[in-house]
């Protein structure tokens, strides 16, 4: 299984985390970088930054190199890119939505008051 054929909701759970994103935002300051380093300019222990690493690994956002005995952490621009894709096609459909949501409220609120009270019979 690729990492674009993962379901979105493990990719949402991966980055839903705030320490996660906060690993990520460092990382994709950084370039590349260690969980030592990483773990330099964190409130995190470098094993709490191996296990979000890990995890942001899994799901295709971070790539790992070897280099001696080190392993070194990028981001993969493409599972980013294609993240932040998907978000974008998910705020255009919710705004939408609510635009479809305004435009039901403002039609109910230019209705007359008479058509919208029930029958005198039903109260």
Do not use: C, F
Request: glycine share 6%; charged share 30%.
């Amino acid at each position: 299984m690729t990492t674009s054929d993962l379901p979105d909701n493990e990719l949402w759970a991966a980055i839903g985390d705030p320490s996660r994103r906060q690993v990520l935002d460092e990382l994709l300051a950084a370039g590349e970088a260690t969980a030592s380093t990483l773990a330099q300019g964190l409130p995190l222990t470098r094993q709490a930054i191996a296990k979000h690493l890990n995890v942001l690994e899994r799901v295709g956002l971070v790539g790992a190199r070897r280099v001696g005995r080190e392993v070194r952490y990028s981001v993969r621009a493409d599972r980013l890119n294609e993240a932040t894709r998907t978000m974008a096609r998910m705020a255009a459909r919710w705004d939408e939505r609510l635009n479809d949501i305004k435009s039901i409220a403002e039609a109910a609120r230019n209705e007359p008051e008479a058509r919208r009270l029930p029958p005198a019979g039903s109260r």
